[in-house]
């Protein structure tokens, strides 16, 4: 019988979630819920490590986050392209485990592997939902909802969650990827994101939407579908 997640984040590179997510999956992890991230690639055109390093790493980060599974759907890197045979990829994903949310990237990103994933999981996770797509023995399926992160490019948010309580965590999975970020007395070929600076935008980036919402840390999502509460939670925003 096939695991029942209550969330799964969709990803282009390993790292993506961890850096975006981190805070979230850790609550969510905390509150019980069954967690995974979905790895659309190896990273394998990443100009720092190798694929088996960063196989290594992407595992060490689950174990940190204490997510319930890690899948790589071995699409190739900078060639996440919306086929047929890629939405089929992800539709079995969400057939097979249930998820009630999804987040996947948001469209307004500087790298095209993003914003392409955008497009790809978005329309196969409308797809999964009609009966006359076939996947053998997995019934159709649609999440409830769907959630963007933020990755380089910022954009207006309509959720930020608080992460206050978890944001060490984030920080000690995103640590995980040491081939890929800044470490001390590192010699690899600079890059966007092996810059010191990056780590410290990411933090800062943390801060800045933790205090639009009264917290100490925060991450920014966004949703297009309206979301109900009811009058009297209408006291605990």
């Keep these: 019988m096939n695991l ?24 969510l992890v905390g509150a019980g819920k069954k967690t995974a991230i979905i790895d659309l690639t190896l990273g394998e055109l990443g100009t720092n490590g190798t694929v088996t390093i960063r196989n290594q790493e992407a595992a060490k980060a689950a174990k940190a986050l204490g997510i319930s599974l890690r899948e790589n759907l071995r699409i190739p890197d900078g060639r996440i392209e919306n086929t047929t045979e890629n939405r089929l990829k992800i539709i079995r994903v ?10 996947f990237p948001h469209f307004h990103d500087r790298h095209p592997d993003h914003y392409h994933t955008h497009a790809l999981v978005k ?30 490019y910022p954009f207006e948010p309509n959720i930020i ?42 933090s800062a980036r943390s801060k800045f939407y933790g205090f639009l919402i009264g917290a100490e840390y925060g991450e920014p999502f966004y949703t297009e579908e309206k979301i109900r509460i009811r009058t009297e939670d209408l006291f605990n925003i």
């Design 161 to 202: 969650t608080d992460i206050s309580s978890t944001f060490k965590s984030k920080m000690n999975a995103i640590a995980c990827y040491s081939s890929q970020f800044y470490t001390k007395g590192d010699k690899g070929p600079k890059t966007y994101i092996n810059d010191k600076q990056f780590i410290e935008f990411i």
């Design 4 to 27: 029942k997640l209550d969330a799964i984040f969709f990803a282009a590179h390993p790292d993506d979630a961890e850096l975006c997510c981190g805070g979230t999956i850790a609550n």
């Design 123 to 152: 329309e196969a996770a409308f797809a999964s939902g009609l009966e006359k797509v076939s996947t053998g023995r997995l019934k159709a399926y649609r999440p409830k909802r769907n959630f963007y992160y933020m990755q380089s």
């Design 94 to 103: 969400i057939r097979k485990y249930r998820p009630d949310i999804i987040f």
